[in-house]
């Protein structure tokens, strides 16, 4: 039953910046709703999860791509009251879905979350980052 009211989307023409609100959790400065809503419309790939009853987005889930050979997928988080209750997994079977003409489709994680991703058949690769966090804030 867990999840049950949950309606996934990947339309994100009508979603607000008040149904946004709670993302970003531990970043060291959290993009604002606003921001949050135009990384939505600038992504190639979104798969949103919305409370039935409310329409808040309670999990989301974005990727870019060339469109012809890979992917990349840069966001998943699910806000930390509706966490362990499925949403995640239904995000990344729902994305993983819809890029399933791509040959390759990676992410970057964290140690800990790598069983996690193991279930959708992703294996380990190392990767490399540059981060700017002055380009976080709108
Ligand atoms: C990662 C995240 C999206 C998972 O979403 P979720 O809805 O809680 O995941 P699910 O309920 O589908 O989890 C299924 C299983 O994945 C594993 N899992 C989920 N979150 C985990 C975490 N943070 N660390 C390790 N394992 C995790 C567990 O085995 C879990 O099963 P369990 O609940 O029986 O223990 C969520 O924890 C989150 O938003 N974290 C903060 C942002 C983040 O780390 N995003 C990923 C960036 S790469």
Known sequence: MAGADVVYTTDVTDVSAAELEGFFVDWPTRPSPERHREILRGSDHVVLARDGDTGRVVGFVTAISDGVLSAFIPLLEVVPERQREG?????????????????????????ELESFYRRFELLPLSAMGLRRRHRLAS
């Not at 995640?88 to 890029?99: N, P």
């Not at 003409?101 to 970057?108: A, T």
């Open 87 to 111: 949403i995640g997994t239904e995000l990344v079977r729902r994305i993983l879905a819809e890029l399933e003409s791509f040959y390759m489709v990676d992410l970057v994680c964290d140690p």
